[in-house]
C-alpha cells in the first residue's frame, strides 16, 4: 500500500509540474504586454520600461516560470500587476467562499442522489424507477445558471426567503453566510445529484446480479437485507468516482455561478483578472483549480486501493 | 428487425430524434426564414410579453426572442458539431495509435498527455484561452475541443485494446497487414457504434458548455446570437420580464434533453448486450 501511494504521489507531482507548464506556456508567452495594457495606450515607452521592470517582466521566460513555480512551493504566488497586493492574499479571502460553495454542494448532491439512486435501484421498472430517472434525465440536461436564475426568481424575489445574491462574509456568523450560500450550492448541486443518481442506481442494480449477492439469498436474506448489507457497500467504487470527479466540477462550475450571485469568490477573481489582464491572478487561480482535480484524483485513487486490495497492482 | 424498425420503436430514441431534429431543423431554416430580423432594433415593442405577432416575445431592444432562438441554434449546434468534430479527429488516430502500440513510448505519451489534458475542465481551458486570445465563439469551440480529445482517445483506446486480441486481428496480421491498416480497415468498424454513441453524449456536454461560455462573456460575441448570451442579458430583468430566460434556457434543456434521450436509444439500437442488461 505504501509502495503504491508512494507512485501514486510522484505521478501527482509530475502531473503537476506538466500541468504548471502548460498554464505558464499559455498565459505568459503570449502577444500583449501586460504593463503596455496597464499605462493604457498614452504611456511613454520609459515608463512602459520602468513597470516592466517592477513587475518582474524584464527577465527571461524561464527564469520567471522557474521563480512562479519555486514561489508556489514556498506559498508565494507572486504580486498581482493591478492590485499590487500578494496574489496568495487574494485567493485566500476568495477560496474561503468559493471551497465551502463546492463542498456544500457535494454535500447536498451526494444527500439527494443516495436515496434518489437506492429507492429507484429498489424498485426497479416500477413508476417510482421510471419518475426518478425522468427527473434526472431533465435534472442533467438543465444548465445550472439557468436553473440558478429561476431560484432567484422563485425564492428572492417572489417568496424573499434568500437574497439574490453577495455575500455578507463569514464575520456575521456560520447561519447567515451558510444562507447566502444556499441557492448557489443548490444550482450547482442538481446536474452533479442527477448523475449520481443515475451511477448510484446502475452500480447497484449490477451489483444485485453478482454471484455472492445470489449466495445471500439463498442464505435467507431478503432482497432488501442483501442489498443494504451487501451490495451498497460494493456499490460504492463506481459511485466514488463520480464523486470525486464531481469535487472538480463543482469548483469549475463555481465559476460561472458566482457570477450568477455576484459571490466574490475565486470564479468573479479570475472574471477580473481577465479583464484587467492580471495575468500572474489568473495562471495562480487555474493552477490552483487543476491542482485540486489532480489532488482528488489521487485520494480517489488511494481510497480505492484502500477498499480494494486487487487495485493496487494494477497501477 | 431493422434497424429502422428497431428505431421506430424505441421510444427514447424517438422523443430524442424528434427533439434534436426540431431544433436542427429550426437552426437551418433559420439561414432561408426567420419571423422577424434579428439584427434589427424596434424599441418601440420592447419587452413585450408573448403573443401572436410575438410568439415568445421581444426583448429589451424590442428583438423577436423566437427567431433569436432560432438563429442562436446555429451558433450551439455548430459549436458543439465542430468541437466533437476536433474530439474524433484528433482523438481517434490518438487513441488507434496508442491502443495499436500498446505499453510503448508513444502509449505512455498519449495516454500521460490525455491525464493532463483531463486536469483542465473545459472551463479552465476557456479561461486561459480568453486570457491570451480574447472572448470568441472560435475560442469557445477550440477549448471544448480541446476537452473532447482525451474523452475520444481514451474511449478508443479502451475499445480497440480489447479488439487487438481477437482472432479476426490476428489473421488480418498473418495475412501481412500492418498496424494502420488493421486499425483503419478492421479496428475502427468495429468501434463505430461506440464512438457515434458518445458522440451524442458530447454533442449535448457541447451545447450546454457553449452556453455556460457564453453566459459568462467567453463564448460567442455581439451580434452573433446566442442561447448562453439571450440568458446573461436576461438576468437584470427576468423579475419584471421572464420570458427573457425562460424560452432560450427552454431551448438549451429541450435539445441536451432530446440529445441525451437520443444517445441512450441509440445505445440500446446498437448493443443489445446493453439492452438487456439495462431491462
Sequence with gaps: MLRYSLKRLMSLGLSLLAASAVIFLAIEVVPGDPASYMLGINAQPDTISALREELGLNVSALSRYVTWVTGMLTGDFG??????????????????????????????????????????????????????????????????????????????????????????????????????????????????ASILARVMRSALIDTMNEDFIRTARAKGLTRRQAMWRHALRNAMIPVLTIIGLQFSFLMAGAIIIENVFFLPGLGRLVFQSISQRDLIVVESVVMLLVFAVVLVTFLVDIAYAAVDPRLRGRS | MSFLTAALRNRSFMIGAILAALFVGAALVSYLWTPFDVTKLDIAHKLQTPSTEHWFGTDHFGRDIFAMIMVGARTSIAVAVVAVGIGIILGVPLGLAAAARKDSLMDEIIMRTNDLVFAFPALLIAIMITAVFGPSAI??????????????????????????????????????????????????????????????????????????????????????????????????????????????????VLTVLGLNLMGDGLRDLLDPRLRRART
Design chain 2, 139 to 252: 475560442n469557445a469551440i477550440i477549448a471544448i475541443g480541446i476537452f473532447n480529445i482525451p474523452v475520444f482517445a481514451r474511449l478508443t483506446r479502451g475499445a480497440a485494446l480489447s479488439l487487438w486480441t481477437r482472432d479476426f486481428v490476428l489473421s488480418a496480421r498473418v495475412a501481412g497487414k500492418n498496424a494502420t491498416r488493421i486499425s483503419v480497415e478492421h479496428i475502427l468498424p468495429n468501434i463505430l457504434n461506440l464512438l457515434i454513441v458518445q458522440g451524442s453524449v458530447q454533442f449535448s456536454l457541447g451545447i450546454l458548455a457553449e452556453a455556460g461560455l457564453s453566459y459568462v462573456g467567453l463564448g460567442a460575441q455581439p451580434p452573433i446570437p446566442s442561447w448562453g448570451r439571450m440568458l446573461a442579458e436576461s438576468q437584470t430583468m427576468i423579475s419584471f420580464a421572464p420570458h427573457l430566460a425562460i424560452f432560450p434556457g427552454m431551448a438549451i
Design chain 1, 79 to 192: 504580486t498581482s500587476y493591478t492590485y499590487r497586493t500578494p496574489v496568495v492574499d487574494m485567493i485566500g479571502d476568495r477560496i474561503m467562499i468559493s471551497l465551502p460553495l463546492a463542498i456544500y454542494a457535494l454535500t447536498l448532491s451526494t444527500l439527494i442522489a443516495f436515496p434518489a439512486g437506492i429507492l429507484a435501484a429498489s424498485k426497479r421498472g416500477s413508476v417510482t424507477d421510471v419518475s426518478i430517472m425522468g427527473a434526472t434525465q431533465l435534472g442533467v440536461a438543465i444548465p445550472n445558471f439557468w436553473f440558478a436564475m429561476l431560484l432567484v426568481v422563485v425564492f428572492s424575489i417572489n417568496l424573499r426567503w434568500f437574497s439574490a445574491g453577495g455575500f455578507p462574509g463569514w464575520d456575521e456568523g456560520l447561519f447567515v453566510g451558510l444562507k447566502a450560500l444556499t441557492l448557489p450550492a443548490i444550482a450547482l448541486a442538481l446536474p452533479q
